[in-house]
């Protein structure tokens, strides 16, 4: 079982970047499957990004160009590069560790206004 813990969000305006960063404890780090996920309101989750335990990625073709993926595993750390943000980006971003099981952080918000 991980325990999964984000930070990095908040406040910024359209165009600004911001860094997820997701840490995780309680288990082999490397060998999960890691994403980012958000939540708008009034909107299911949805996909953002994902990494394998082996590095590849996948991306929503919204955030395409935009947003990077990417784990440290000697630091236990998933991290979500955010740049050109957009209004719409706006929505609680969720860190999910996938090992036979699907965990979940708490989640942190991101406002993207002027």
């Known amino acids: 079982q991980v325990q999964l813990v984000e930070s990095g969000g908040g406040l910024v305006q359209p165009g600004g970047s911001l860094r997820l960063s997701c840490a995780a404890s309680?288990?082999?780090?490397?060998?999960?499957?890691m994403g980012w996920y958000r939540q708008a309101p009034g909107k299911q989750r949805e996909l953002v990004a994902t990494?394998?335990?082996?590095?590849?990625?996948n991306y929503a073709d919204a955030v395409k160009g935009r947003f990077t993926i990417s784990r440290i595993n000697a630091k236990n750390t998933v991290y979500l590069q955010m740049n050109s943000l957009k209004p719409e980006d706006t929505a609680v971003y969720y860190c999910?560790?996938?090992?036979?099981?699907?965990?979940w952080g708490q989640g942190t918000q991101v406002t993207v206004s002027s």
């Open positions: 309680g288990s082999i780090f490397s060998i999960y499957a």
């Open positions: 990494i394998t335990s082996g590095g590849s990625t």
């Open positions: 999910n560790g996938n090992y036979r099981h699907d965990y």
